[in-house]
């Protein structure tokens, strides 16, 4: 990174990052910091590329949703509405029947939880 400098910031989904860096590892080596943020990516992203990009689409389309929650609803895909509350920054003001919404979105386009 020494002599790098940053060009843009966009927030992205862990499943991005995974995707991202599994591209540049076939292209060239990755540093050490683009090592451990794969493994970190690979173990908590919880979603593939096609249902993260669905539940972006949708989320994104709600009023008060802005990118930066989607996306840490995307990462997080909380399951129950008391979670879905404590996402927004307090400078956010989300309303509660988009964070309902997002709930659903969460739900149907998510990965399915498995039968004990």
Do not use: C, H, W
Not at 26 to 31: A, R, W
Not at 83 to 107: F, G, N
Request: glycine share 2%; no cysteine; charged share 45%.
């Amino acid at each position: 990174m020494i002599g790098e400098q940053l060009i843009s910031r966009e927030p992205v989904t862990l499943s991005k990052v995974k995707n991202l860096l599994e591209k540049r590892k076939l292209e060239s080596e990755l540093s050490y910091e683009q090592e451990e943020a794969l493994k970190y990516a690979k173990t908590f992203s919880k979603v593939t590329k096609k249902q993260r990009d669905k539940i972006l689409e949708e989320l994104l389309k709600l009023e008060t949703i802005k990118k930066e929650l989607a996306v840490k609803i995307v990462d997080i895909l909380p399951q129950e509405i008391e979670i879905m509350r404590l996402l927004p920054e307090k400078k956010d003001e989300v309303k509660d029947e988009d964070l309902q919404a997002a709930l659903e979105i969460v739900k149907k386009y998510g990965p399915k939880k498995k039968e004990k």
